[in-house]
């Protein structure tokens, strides 16, 4: 039985494989050595160029596509951010006219605070020069967003 499963295995080979089972004194016939051409390389430099163009044409959809926004009061945008620990954030949120607090962890994210109105920390649509933090709870947490806790 072994032997008959080598036989068949040596066929097999010597079917797809005729030059490592040549007799020494016969002569296999010798397949032709296609030479590479100008025209061959050109072809290939061609056939790049239009992978790399529809790569770039894609990357370049993807960045357009993601400036798109529904409106203008729906747009949300990070405002800040301060890390409590290796994987813990809590995060400034503005989403229109609100702005949410949210805390942060890998498997999580909660609501902390939701600000409106003129509750909201950082308002956009002012100047930085009109803009004056008072001694509450939005001048905190600029200065421990800045990295400067004065007790």
């Not at 100008?38 to 790569?55: E, K, P, R, S, T």
């Not at 798109?68 to 503005?94: C, D, F, H, N």
């Not at 498997?107 to 308002?123: A, F, P, S, Y």
């Given at each position: 039985?072994?032997m008959?499963?080598k ?9 797809w ?12 016939p010798k397949q032709?050595?296609?030479?590479v051409?100008a025209?061959d390389?050109?072809?290939w430099?061609?056939g ?7 790569f770039f044409?894609?990357?370049?959809g993807m960045?357009?596509?993601?400036g798109?926004?529904v ?7 990070v405002?800040?951010?301060?890390s409590?620990g290796?994987?813990e954030?809590v995060i400034?949120?503005?989403?229109g ?8 962890t890998?498997?999580r994210?909660d609501t902390?605070?939701?600000l ?11 100047s ?5 933090l008072?001694n509450g709870f939005?001048?905190h947490?600029?200065?421990?967003m ?6």
């Amino acid at each position: 039985m072994l032997m008959q499963g080598k036989i068949i295995i040596a066929l097999v080979f010597s079917i797809w494989f005729p030059e490592c089972f040549a007799l020494p004194g016969t002569d296999a016939p010798k397949q032709a050595v296609r030479v590479v051409s100008a025209g061959d390389m050109l072809h290939w430099a061609i056939g790049l160029l239009i992978v790399l163009a529809i790569f770039f044409f894609c990357v370049w959809g993807m960045r357009k596509l993601n400036g798109i926004a529904v409106s203008g009061a729906e747009k949300m945008r990070v405002v800040g951010g301060l890390s409590l620990g290796i994987r813990e954030k809590v995060i400034l949120l503005q989403v229109g006219k609100k702005q949410l607090v949210l805390g942060v962890t890998p498997g999580r994210i909660d609501t902390l605070h939701v600000l409106e109105g003129d509750d909201c920390l950082m308002q956009a649509e002012q100047s930085p020069a009109v803009k004056q933090l008072d001694n509450g709870f939005a001048y905190h947490l600029m200065q421990v967003m800045k990295g400067r806790v004065d007790g």
